[in-house]
């Protein structure tokens, strides 16, 4: 997202000047100028280098290691022996690729299309919309750590709230464990995830209806279309600029997973993610970084095979314009 | 891994061995006060390196409130003793400090640090990031007994660590309760198998259960496997040399599943502290845990209720031999920028004096000491001093004993994995054996 836009209004900028000074600009800058712009991309570029593109490349040397993190010299190369065990004889692997898809496929299918319904709504200006819209989007402003434990409260199986309420905490009778049982505990903590997703979709989409001409509505009102026909036909195509990025942040936000599923039971016996598993590998005592890097590039090669489709789109579109 | 870590496994087995021969005359036996009183002048007097002064800097891990304050209690009684060092003290997070540990050692450690006994406290003393002690055990050493002398020992037979207490793994119950259903504590496995049959059909959970930390599984695991195999055994399978694979492993799950049906369901998500809390409100017969669960028992009638027995024997031939009881204490950083006053302070910690300290505030735990006056312990002091007294072998906790990685990344899954499907143990532990080899191979 903030890809698209840092781009989105540097080609605009360039276009609009390219009309009045196009050739030769380079050289009429002055010396002044040229220290500023060598310091305004300079920076960013060093700082991005230095912190994304260092430790990316580093992680994926490292993957072909084996490495305690016990001083330099104990780094060992081990070519693809790393990949070779995560995907042969690592049982919570193939389960986290898995969990991580189906957390792709939820939060698209369900708190998006809630988030653009609550927008739709909210846009109305209905009573209280302001009350509603602060708190839909309470969630994400608060840190989804503290959501994981509040959920944690609501889900614990001998005392939580839900099993409270239902009676199901009778260990020898009716007994849900939301936390430990495989089958219940990564819907729980989609449910969870799904609440905080909602509130964010829907401030995308306010910010993306805010923007659809209303006056599309009312010849849409005029032309005989009913509620669910102006929407469908006319004020969803008009929010395709939002969807590519709700699009995008909500495959971003399936693949970084990580801060709920973590506080709400560490990530495993039913809830592993890629995410954690690299966590898991490469914080604390275990420190295996070489075993944890592979993991890491992994997810590193799911995100770009994403992501780069949506760039080359997103560019394209920019050229074209 | 680094290549040359194999090495670092075949260290101390033979020396535990002979482990606990001093202990049985002096831990049980209570109160020598002019022992206790000899051991305390010897650690001060004649190691006397010139005038030690200054701070020493300290990473601790004792983020809990009460031990926190014990803790304080020491260092202000080491003070007290020694006008000229002031210990300065960086407390962190219980779990972070753990987690951190490997690039703090590396970094600026403070001088002295909060640890444990074991292999992983071997470990960092095979990669260099902690500092021999042997002037500190010159000095200290008649404090204690041989086996905590083995304890304090990196793999290369120079001593790393001070040892401040230790606590044992037990079968906790309420005597209230055993008194008012007549049950009698079970020695032997089939008596223990069949207390566990009378509890159920009495409407009790005959074993509270609780596996949300993933750590409480393990100290079940040592126990089954210890029994049921051996001290031995089960260290060489700690140690990567036996393998999961083996019948024996086999034979200690089998035992599990056998009792798997009377723990308490829900296991899986369920914290310890809810377990516990099911024993203290009478729901629940016994719970297997460590002696810190009378944490949980704040009513002083309750605690005076809870009493422990020795994880019944399996096999007659290892019967109850050996005893879970993690050790918990100090090492020297790599490089420490006030050796002298850090070395005067570990000396003090490993008197009567400065254990005791410790105890004065926080009795969760026993003392290590020879000797030490045990007239101040509590019902479960004294219990768990018997209990370790009695044991020939002990042992550290499975993620004490063994590689952590293997522990956090293979052995708490797959144990899970167990817990929810004892039925797939064969595929487990063909999983575990491979897993287990890529780790200690690596």
């Known amino acids: ?321 | 891994m680094s290549p040359e870590s194999p090495r670092v496994y075949q260290g101390p087995t033979v020396d535990r061995r002979m482990m606990l021969k001093g202990l049985l005359g002096a831990a049980g036996v209570a109160a020598l006060p002019a022992l206790a009183a000899c051991s305390s002048s010897s650690s001060s007097s004649p190691s006397s390196t010139g005038a030690a002064s200054g701070t020493v800097s300290l990473g601790s891990n004792a983020s809990d409130a009460v031990p926190k304050k014990a803790f304080q209690a020491v260092y202000d009684a080491f003070q007290a003793k020694n006008a000229g060092i002031k210990v300065q003290v960086n407390t962190k997070d219980h779990d972070t400090f753990q987690e951190q540990i490997n690039s703090y050692l590396q970094a600026t450690p403070d001088d002295v640090f909060t640890w444990f006994a074991g292999y992983r406290m071997q470990y960092f003393a095979a990669k260099g990031l902690s500092n021999k002690i042997n002037d500190v055990w010159d000095a200290i050493g008649n404090n204690f007994p041989q086996s905590v002398h083995d304890l304090s020992k990196g793999q290369d037979g120079n001593y790393y660590f001070v040892p401040i207490y230790y606590y044992p793994w037990a079968v906790f119950y309420r005597k209230s309760v055993f008194q008012a259903h007549n049950y009698t504590v079970p020695t032997d496995w089939n008596s223990f198998i069949s207390l566990c049959q009378k509890m159920k059909s009495d409407g009790l959970i005959p074993i509270a259960f609780g596996d949300s930390d993933k750590w409480p599984a393990m100290g079940t695991f040592d126990y089954l496997n210890m029994r049921t195999n051996g001290y031995q055994f089960h260290m060489d399978l700690m140690h990567g040399k036996a393998a999961w694979t083996d019948a024996k492993v086999k034979a200690a799950f089998a035992h599990w599943t056998e009792i798997l049906p009377y723990h308490q369901e829900g296991y899986i998500g369920r914290k310890w502290e809810d377990a516990a809390q099911s024993l203290l409100a009478k729901k629940a017969g016994m719970y297997l845990l460590g002696t810190f669960v009378a944490q949980q028992f704040t009513n002083p009638d309750d605690l005076a209720d809870l009493d422990f027995f020795a994880f019944p024997a399996i096999d007659p031939q290892w019967a109850q031999d050996s005893v879970e009881a993690p050790v918990d204490g100090f090492m020297l950083s790599k490089s420490p920028k006030n050796r002298a006053a850090a070395v005067k302070l570990l000396e003090f910690i490993g008197s009567a004096d400065g254990e005791g300290a410790y105890l004065k505030v926080d009795n969760s735990y026993d003392a290590l000491v020879n000797g030490y006056d045990t007239s101040g312990y509590n019902a479960i002091q004294k219990a768990s001093a018997t209990l370790f007294g009695a044991a020939q072998h002990v042992s550290q906790f499975m993620d004490r004993d063994a590689n952590p990685a293997f522990t956090s990344t293979v052995m708490q899954p797959q144990l899970q994995a167990y817990l929810q499907n004892p039925g797939s143990i064969d595929s487990i532990l063909n999983q575990i054996e491979q897993q287990k080899q890529a780790i200690y191979n690596s």
């Open chain 1, 1 to 321: 997202m903030t890809v698209g836009t840092s781009a989105d209004a540097v080609e605009s900028g360039r276009a609009a000047d390219r009309p009045r000074r196009a050739p030769g600009r380079l050289r009429r800058l002055t010396r002044r100028d040229k220290t500023v712009l060598t310091l305004m991309t300079g920076i960013p570029t060093s700082l991005m280098v230095v912190f994304v593109w260092v430790p990316a490349l580093a992680s994926i040397l490292l993957s072909f290691t084996s490495w305690d993190g016990i001083g330099l010299d104990s780094i060992k190369w081990i070519g693809l022996r790393n990949y070779r065990q995560i995907f042969t004889i690592y049982p919570q692997f193939w389960p986290a690729v898995e969990h991580n898809v189906i957390w792709l496929v939820a939060l698209a299918a369900i708190p998006t299309p809630f988030g653009l319904f609550l927008a739709y709504q909210l846009d109305k200006r209905i009573r209280f919309s302001r009350f509603y819209q602060g708190a839909f989007f309470l969630p994400v402003v608060v840190s989804s750590a503290v959501i994981g434990f509040v959920w944690e409260l609501i889900y614990n199986p001998d005392h939580g709230l839900i099993n409270s309420l239902f009676h199901t905490n009778n260990p020898n009778g009716s007994y849900l464990d939301w936390v430990g049982n495989p089958k219940l505990n990564l819907w729980a903590v989609l449910v969870a995830a799904s609440w905080r997703h909602a509130g964010y979709m829907m401030i995308l989409y306010l910010a993306g209806l805010k923007s659809v001409d209303p006056t599309l509505k009312d010849a849409a009102a005029v032309d005989g279309a009913n509620e669910w026909q102006a929407f469908r036909h006319v004020v969803f195509p008009a929010l395709r600029p939002i969807n590519v990025v709700v699009a995008v942040v909500t495959v971003i936000e399936s693949l970084r997973a990580f801060d709920i599923v973590y506080v709400f039971n560490k990530g495993e016996h039913g809830t592993e993610l890629l995410s954690i598993l690299i966590t898991n590998n490469i914080i604390g005592e275990a420190s295996r970084i070489g075993y944890g890097s592979a993991l890491a590039v992994i997810l590193l090669v799911v995100s770009l095979a994403v992501i780069i489709p949506y760039l080359i789109v997103t560019f394209r579109k920019e050229r074209r314009a």
